[in-house]
């Protein structure tokens, strides 16, 4: 079945440094890759999602990439601070008659001050 | 607007009991999911709803989990007889309609299994 791997597991960056998070998934007819990020005890919450049809979006400090061919996506997040810590969950998802969302494991991003 | 709503928060129970969870989703969304998320994990989906309907259930362990969305709006999801591998956090979520989108989670019900 559809499978999503994510890195890395944890993550540590200082202040106003860059961090990337990378997944893979398995199946190729996913066409919706969104990620949503989750503050210790909170909900998870949607921060940015990209379709298929394009390789990058961006909304401010966050951006993705996606690469069709190798079948990978990733979150970028520049400038970073300390309120960016959280983990962050990639999906992957597909028209299968509905859309269900496989997510990654997750990435536990510490940004320390 | 309104968030998903969830309850209880929390609940403890010794194995071998049921235990129910319920989730109201924002007001006219279709879909509603219900994940388990084990610590250190990622959301799995157990069960997805369109309207009233079942459109997957391919990972809900049937023989002791249960769930139904009585007129297409709140849903329950009960475990009978739990077991310790069910303590996680269960997760309501709500879609607009079928199609690829956000969705809405609640908070989230704790469950410790002893």
């Known amino acids: 079945g559809e499978n999503v791997e994510q890195h890395p597991s944890t993550l540590s960056v200082q202040e106003g440094d860059s961090a990337v998070i990378k997944c893979t998934y398995s199946d190729s007819a996913s066409n919706y890759f969104p990620w949503y990020k989750q503050e210790l005890g909170k909900r998870p919450q949607l921060i940015i999602d990209i379709r298929s049809n394009v390789g990058e979006k961006k909304d401010q400090r966050i951006a993705v990439t996606l690469n069709k061919t190798a079948k990978h996506f990733s979150l970028h997040i520049t400038e970073t601070q300390p309120e960016d810590s959280a983990v962050y969950f990639c999906a992957a998802s597909k028209n299968s008659g509905t859309y269900k969302y496989i997510f990654g494991t997750g990435t536990r991003l510490k940004v320390l001050a | 607007e309104a968030g998903v709503a969830q309850s209880p928060r929390y609940k403890i129970i010794e194995k071998r009991q049921s235990v129910a969870f319920w989730c109201n989703p924002i007001?006219?969304?279709?879909?509603l999911y219900w994940y388990q998320q084990i610590l250190g994990q990622g959301p799995k989906l157990l069960i997805q709803f369109q309207n009233n309907g079942v459109v997957d259930d391919s990972q809900l362990p049937k023989d002791r989990f249960s769930a139904e969305r009585l007129k297409g709006v709140d849903s329950t999801l009960k475990i009978q007889p739990a077991k310790l591998e069910d303590s996680a956090v269960y997760l309501c979520?709500?879609?607009?309609?079928w199609g690829p989108g956000e969705l809405f989670f609640g908070e989230g019900s704790r469950l410790t299994v002893l």
């Open positions: 007001s006219g969304h279709a879909t």
């Open positions: 979520a709500s879609s607009l309609d």
